[in-house]
């Protein structure tokens, strides 16, 4: 139906529940929810300045998650579109920079998935201290290519040889000249102190700087996320034989878009036994 339309039955059911006449603790947060959605879309078309959009996505949100805490135990924590949705709007709007990050990627993987994103592909917000110690279970994903979309497919190149043409090639020929134009927009770039490169979209850059921390880089090393792989391989194949360039080794490692559910860093460590989807450091 027309937002206009949902958004009148919303308000006919929120008042008839703020007049004790059809309260449901079942159906109330994702009431909320939904009309926090609906409203911040309506806000949106309207153009309304920014910080009242915010504000609007904020307090529903709020007033969403008291509902939920508030209502029977009986009930599972509300998973719905609403949700999922009005939470990565407050990430994008009032997140650290990580969680922005997160919430922009889950945005970039529902576009593209047409809208059908399954639940477990998004993070469930539970309490820390709802938890007890048992049902928080290291979490180590495989170190392989993967389909999930929460995990990053690394590949760590290392070359026999770091001459001047080889970095020349991968900060300034045409090959990769699309993804580090990328990096470069969103303040980033692919050389890192120790001299190493890294090749990946974006949105990804941090997680996989996260993933790469304790390893001993060199200037030898290029770290590429998959999408990138072939480009590398084929800028490095164009250099003349003279350069005596070849790859010596292709290790896998797996970058987590995972962020905690409590301090907001990525790659926490343990996974909640009770749902398989919250995560913690």
């Known amino acids: ?18 007049d004790d006449a059809a309260y449901d603790d079942h159906l109330f947060p994702n009431a909320l929810y939904l ?13 309304a300045p920014r910080d009242q959009v915010a504000s609007v996505a904020m307090s529903y949100c709020k007033q969403a998650v008291a509902a939920e805490s508030e209502r029977c135990p009986f009930y599972k924590a509300v998973d719905s579109v609403a949700k999922r949705s009005l939470h990565r709007m407050c990430r994008v709007m009032f997140g650290s920079a990580k969680e922005r990050q997160a919430a922009l990627v889950e945005f970039r993987m529902r576009y593209q998935s047409g809208g059908k994103l399954q639940p477990k592909q ?18 180590t994903p495989e170190k392989s290519d993967t389909s999930d979309s929460s995990q990053i497919g ?7 040889r770091h001459p001047p043409a080889l970095r020349d090639a991968l900060l300034h020929g045409d090959g990769l000249a699309a993804c580090r134009a990328a990096l470069v927009e969103h303040g980033f770039h692919p050389e890192l102190p ?14 996989v700087l996260d993933a790469l921390q304790g390893r001993d880089l060199k200037p030898w090393h290029v770290i590429v996320s998959a999408e990138f792989l072939d480009a590398v391989k084929l800028v490095v194949s164009s250099l003349r034989s003279k350069e005596q360039v070849r790859q010596k080794s292709d290790s896998r490692e797996v970058a987590s878009r995972r962020i905690c559910e409590r301090c907001g860093f990525s790659n926490p460590r343990f996974i909640c036994q009770r749902c398989r989807m919250a995560h913690y450091c």
């Open 35 to 47: 009309k926090g959605t609906i409203d911040v879309s309506l806000q949106v078309h309207l153009q």
């Open 122 to 139: 998004t993070n469930q917000y539970v309490g820390l201290s709802d938890l007890k110690p048992d049902e928080m279970v290291p979490h």
């Open 1 to 18: 139906g027309q937002p206009e339309e949902a958004n009148h039955l919303l308000d006919e059911f929120l008042t008839s529940v703020a």
């Open 154 to 160: 690394l590949h760590i190149l290392e070359f026999s």
């Open 194 to 207: 120790s001299g190493a490169k890294v090749f990946a979209h974006p949105g990804d850059f941090e997680f």
